[in-house]
């Protein structure tokens, strides 16, 4: 029983840490992207932090993260705008979703979050050109080159894979 307490307790304390990583970093992104001239953005830091939590801490964790990430930027930056706040909200929590429908259904991590991740990058495009098409939103359909939209996909699956495999193999 303590042991169990103890362990729930540095869960906890790992996901409020994560949480507040996560959020320093929506926050600061922005501030060093004009600093140093660099396009932070690149390295999809929402999905980042989304990936973060599905390694480091517990699925519901990872759906706060998703669900409160763009609504936290949009309120300190007003970036991105409301529509494509929301666009963004439902593209990380599809990846999250996915992810874990993914991970039952084929039983291997690598594919579950490759497919869980171009999946729900599928969706945003989709739903991202409707909006353009409907003049909601007026940004031009891609604004991460694809190359590098490929090679962050394929680092973060990398990543979940290498972190993950153990636990599959338990």
């Known amino acids: 029983m303590e042991a169990t ?12 840490l994560l949480d507040i990583l996560a959020l320093a970093t929506i926050y600061l992104i922005p501030t060093l992207t004009h600093l ?59 990846n999250v979703f996915l992810f874990y429908w993914f991970s039952r259904k084929v039983n291997s991590i690598f594919p579950a979050i490759l497919l869980s991740i171009l999946a729900s990058k599928t969706a945003y495009y989709l739903l991202k050109f409707l909006l353009i098409q409907w003049t909601i939103i007026g940004s031009g359909l891609i604004s991460t080159p ?21 636990q599959q193999n338990k």
């Open 36 to 94: 140093f001239s660099l396009p932070l953005y690149f390295i999809e830091p929402m999905r980042l932090m989304l990936i973060l939590a599905i390694v480091h801490t517990h699925k519901a964790n990872a759906y706060i993260l998703a669900l409160t990430l763009p609504l936290f930027s949009f309120m300190v930056s007003a970036h991105p705008v409301l529509p494509k706040m929301i666009l963004i909200t439902f593209e990380l929590s599809l």
């Open 5 to 16: 307490n103890i362990f729930q307790r540095k869960h906890t304390v790992r996901s409020i």
């Open 146 to 166: 694809l190359l590098i939209q490929g090679i962050t996909t394929l680092a973060y699956s990398c990543y979940v894979w290498g972190m993950l495999r153990n």
